[in-house]
């Protein structure tokens, strides 16, 4: 009941930082795999001033191992193996990127109708089960090879066997909202059927398809590589990790930095956004957490 | 129980079905005549003449599904651009390199996965338990062929345990067989053991919290019994599952890893095809390996009803 005017000790003072360090505290999986990310992307988009040349061949330098010349050293064809990692990055960041944007419009489009729409439903939902029984990997290979390859059909043939997922949570959400008592009373209420769609279906799925979304990504990036390694994928003169991969693996016993670097670096982005997903799963959609 | 066969069989063949149109309009959707994407450019004009006549391209479309369809029912996948010889034939001949991978996989990985996920449950929130979480998560960002490097590189070329690549038939000895095999089985089976293993220990977690759990305890049965016949058994329908749907997992990373360690099996096989721009081989691995996946997941919706009286409704 005091009336002291005493500043309030150093410790609880709401400042801007400390708000930031709890949150960080909280969340430790979500700001690590955050800040792995956003330097990776900073990268990508800076590859062209930091990278140097991932392009010139120089045949007397191949195969030159790690030095202060070449950090990562050189590759078969001597070109810098350092500046093809780092160009490399963004191709798999913006498959990734495009492809979970994608599929999660797409599907979330989709699902709606699915979830709202009787007979829709009917009919999509088997074609979805079939897409979901075709491998993938399978999939892209037919597409691409029918196609032709370019990063373009790469990110379609990605994101169409990812959509069938997306629909399926999408289809699940609406179908628990729907059965809401404030969903009903506002349809009793006369309120016109898109009104009740975006204003009281839409919102319910946005925190599980975020969460989706990154998964997604992830998974983009390795079918990417995958698809790159494979011949699959991106024409093989554009740097990206699979095709370095692709290109140097006869002389895994005499380089192995040819492989190694590509492929920790495919990996570390991969974790950062699979950390993502966790912390942000974690977060949103605590449901989804006991699934996994 | 008979009605519920029925009805998950039948939707089965609903969904192979979908897969066959699916993968049949994928050719028609393609740029370009599909004829000359099913004889490649160098055939010659009697090849074409041959390959139009039997599609029927003149024929209502439905006509030439069911035509196509009826000739995959019975085995007939087309033939190969490339070699010249049936698809079937082709197949048949990868069939013994990927069925070994495979199962030496799903063993290794269903053994290692589930026992690892035991452990973390009834160790949970220990050292132990995070260290099982923290390699799951890991073991699912790292691509295949990286891990096929990495062990071929540590294994293969340094230390020199076990052959680079390559396969040996089981014909010419178990042994060998098997030194062919431990690398690419465990570069392609580590996410699925990570998959496994999470939902293994999600689901004993919570079986593990349920009263007749702590009974058990309480009367004094030991910790072993406990974790493998009480709680297991009814932790069993989410890891069936998982297993399963898993298998999708392995399917695609059987194609990768055939091309790490130079098996020459069905993945292989796609993998040419790429190169020589041969769909009738893609066309055909796919609707293979779809049908696989497909009646993998009945067989497994099947062995639910074995676990769980509940389901056999």
């Known amino acids: ?292 | 129980m008979l009605a519920f066969l029925i009805r998950r069989i039948a939707s089965t063949f609903i969904v192979m079905a979908i897969v066959a149109v699916i993968i049949f309009l994928l050719v028609r959707i393609a740029p370009g005549d599909p004829v000359a994407i099913l004889v490649g450019d160098n055939a010659s004009p009697d090849q074409i003449q041959a390959v139009r006549k039997q599609l029927g391209l003149d024929d209502p479309i439905f006509v030439q599904f069911w035509r196509w369809a009826s000739r995959v029912l019975v085995g007939d996948l087309g033939i190969s651009i490339f070699s010249n010889e049936p698809v079937a034939k082709l197949i048949g001949q990868r069939l013994e390199p990927t069925l070994s991978l495979a199962a030496t996989t799903i063993i290794l990985a269903v053994v290692v996965a589930v026992t690892a996920g035991i452990i973390a449950a009834w160790q949970v929130g220990t050292w132990i338990d995070r260290i099982v979480m923290g390699l799951s998560v890991a073991s699912f960002s790292v691509p295949v062929f990286v891990v096929g490097y990495v062990l071929i590189y540590v294994f293969a070329i340094q230390l020199r345990w076990l052959p680079v690549q390559g396969y040996q038939p089981i014909a010419d000895g178990f042994v060998e067989w098997f030194r062919h095999l431990v690398l690419p089985s465990i570069a392609l089976g580590l996410a699925y053991v990570a998959l496994i293993a999470r939902i293994t220990r999600t689901a004993m977690l919570e079986v593990l919290a349920e009263d007749y759990i702590r009974t058990a305890h309480a009367k004094g049965v030991a910790t072993a019994p406990v974790l493998l016949k009480h709680a297991l058994k009814n932790a069993g329908v989410p890891i069936v599952t998982v297993i399963g749907i898993g298998i999708a997992l392995l399917i695609g990373g059987v194609v990768i890893t055939e091309t790490v360690f130079n098996i020459p099996g069905i993945g292989r096989l796609v993998v040419d095809a790429i190169q020589t721009r041969d769909y009738p081989i893609i066309q055909g691995v796919i609707l293979l390996f779809s049908g696989v996946y497909v009646i993998v997941n009945l067989l497994i919706d099947l062995t639910y009803t074995l676990l769980d009286p509940r389901i056999r409704t």
């Open chain 1, 1 to 292: 009941m005091s009336v002291e005017a005493t500043p309030a000790p150093a410790v609880t003072k709401a400042t801007p930082q400390n708000g930031l360090w709890r949150f960080a505290r909280r969340n430790v999986t979500l700001v690590i795999g955050m800040t792995i990310l956003g330097i990776m992307l900073l990268v990508a988009i800076l590859a062209p001033f930091i990278a140097g040349d991932a392009l010139t061949m120089k045949p007397v330098q191949r195969l030159k191992p790690p030095s202060d010349a070449f950090w990562f050293g050189t590759d078969q064809l001597g070109r810098d193996v350092f500046a093809r990692t780092l160009w490399g990055a963004r191709i798999s960041l913006l498959v990734g990127l495009s492809v979970a944007t994608f599929s999660v419009i797409i599907g979330l489009i989709i699902g709606l109708l699915a979830g709202t729409v009787r007979w829709v439903e009917a009919v999509v939902m088997r074609f979805m089960d079939g897409l979901m029984a075709i491998p993938s990997i399978l999939l892209a290979i037919a597409m691409v090879s029918l196609f032709g390859a370019s990063v373009m059909i790469v990110i379609i043939a990605i994101v169409i066997p990812e959509v069938p997922r997306v629909v399926r949570l999408v289809r699940a959400v609406v179908m628990a909202t729907r059965e809401q008592p404030y969903v009903e009373a506002a349809i009793a209420g006369g309120a016109k059927r898109w009104k009740v769609l975006v204003r009281h279906i839409l919102p319910p799925t946005i925190p599980p398809l975020i969460v989706q979304a990154t998964y997604i990504c992830a998974s983009a990036i390795l079918v990417e590589a995958a698809l790159s390694f494979l011949g699959a994928g991106t024409p093989p003169e554009i740097p990206t990790w699979g095709n370095m991969i692709a290109s140097d693996r006869i002389y895994l016993g005499r380089a192995p930095w040819c492989i190694f670097y590509p492929g920790i670096a495919l990996a570390i982005v991969v974790l950062a956004v699979n950390l993502v997903g966790d912390g942000l799963r974690d977060r949103l959609d605590p449901r989804i957490a006991r699934r996994m």
